[in-house]
């Protein structure tokens, strides 16, 4: 069993920052979680994906979606067992509520998300 939680969110006006947290709990490092992903759902709008970090070997490799290129950088810290979202010059477009999301064990877990709005 897994358990996810995210943190983080909050206000930012346009052109600021937030980092979101997802820590990993359940008696599992979260470098045991080969891939790991970022999603956000906006009002009235389907689940998109963010962001993926995939183990390879020593090293974790990151993907993106085309909105956040060049303005977010998904990252892991072992010794935290924690997973980030570092998110730069925001847009009000950004505005959603983010969930993390691994799999394990033939299982697929979610946070309970956390709400990020970008708002002057």
């Known amino acids: 069993q897994v358990q996810l939680v995210e943190s983080g969110g909050g206000f930012g006006p346009p052109g600021g920052s937030l980092k979101l947290s997802c820590t990993a709990s359940g008696n599992i490092g979260i470098n045991s979680l080969y891939a790991m992903h970022w999603y956000r759902q906006a009002p009235g709008r389907q689940r998109e994906w963010v962001a993926r970090s995939d183990q390879e070997g020593i090293m974790y490799v990151a993907e993106y979606a085309d909105a956040g290129k060049g303005r977010f950088t998904i990252s892991r810290d072992d010794a935290e067992n924690t997973m980030y979202l570092q998110m730069n010059n925001l847009r009000p477009e950004d505005t959603a509520v983010y969930y993390c999301?691994?799999?394990?064990?033939?299982?697929?877990?979610w946070g309970q998300g956390t709400q990020v709005t970008v708002s002057s």
């Open positions: 999301r691994a799999f394990y064990g033939g299982y697929d877990y």
